[in-house]
Structures are given as structure tokens and as C-alpha cells.
């Protein structure tokens, strides 16, 4: 995660096991389940409105989408995608060119792997 400003040099676990065990608690499993994969669809369909906000040099829709991507990820326990994207608000924000590039790319590479690991991790979360 290291290099490029925003991120810090420690490697955020992919998701909170305790958030999402205090959801499945709260809500049930079949709940959490039917929110995570609401949260993959938005966040392929964010993925792409990233990708292209970024090639056509759209901050104000790098902005949004990041900023949305904060909140639903961070609220589902999903902490490192949550981390990235706050790192993209943040460089688009104070208009930070340097970082702007790094940070998208970091937040698409994570959101490729988080949406292809993350069912079995709340798998794993459930069956603990």
C-alpha cells in the first residue's frame, strides 16, 4: 500500500471480521449475504464510473464515486477498499495530481481483488 501519499505504510486488512460479525449478529446472515452482494454490484459498477472518471480527467466524478465508496464499504467492514478510496477523495480534494493516479490505481487493483475474494471472506466470517 506503500507509495503514494494517503495511505501510509500499513497494509489494512481486507475487511473487519468484527464489523461484519456484529452485522450478521444484528441483522442475521442471509441479511449480510443479500448486502454484500449488492455491495459487489455497486462497487463493479463504481469500478468502472472510477476508471473512466479517471482516463477523462472527470475529479468531480473521481470525488463522488470515492467519496460513496468510503461510506458503503466502511459500513460493511470492507476496510481497505474503504481506506483507498478515502485516499482518492482526499488527493482529488486538494487537487493533488501527484497522488490522484497512484491512488486510483490502487483503489481499481484492490476493488478487482476484493470483489473476487470478498464472498469467501464473509464465508468465513459467518462460519466463525
Known sequence: MAGFKGTGETIVPRIDRSVVESLIGMLGSDSVHAFIAEFLELAGSQRGLLEAA????????????SHNLVSTAGNLGV???????????????????????????ALLTELDAMVDELPALIDEAVAA
Open 54 to 65: 479517471y482516463q477523462s480527467g472527470d475529479n468531480e466524478t473521481l470525488y463522488r464515486e
Open 79 to 105: 476496510k481497505r477498499t474503504s481506506r483507498l478510496a478515502d485516499a482518492v477523495q482526499v488527493a482529488v480534494r486538494l487537487e493533488d495530481t501527484e497522488a490522484i493516479g497512484p491512488a486510483v490505481k
